[in-house]
């Protein structure tokens, strides 16, 4: 025992089981845009993590961020305070 009264136990390097692999895409949609078709592909064909989407205000707000201007409740609003 040592000295909080606790086994000793053998220290081990903590071993995680491997993720699962990824499910396999869809194929992709028939598009009428081909250049539209050719940027998703490249997203999806993309590393993991590599890919960065740049996005309107509306986004953040469904997402649970408060916006900019709302009264009492933006962010604005909150910094005056």
Do not use: C, H, M
């Amino acid at each position: 025992r040592d000295v909080f009264g606790v086994f000793n136990v053998k220290e081990e390097p903590l071993t995680l089981p491997s993720p699962p692999p990824p499910l396999p895409l869809p194929p992709p949609p028939t598009e009428a845009n081909p250049a539209l078709s050719r940027f998703a592909q490249l997203i999806r064909e993309a590393p993991p993590k590599s890919v960065i989407v740049l996005v309107g205000a509306g986004a953040s707000v469904s997402a649970g961020i408060p916006d900019f201007r709302t009264p009492g409740t933006g962010l604005y609003s909150n910094l005056q305070k």
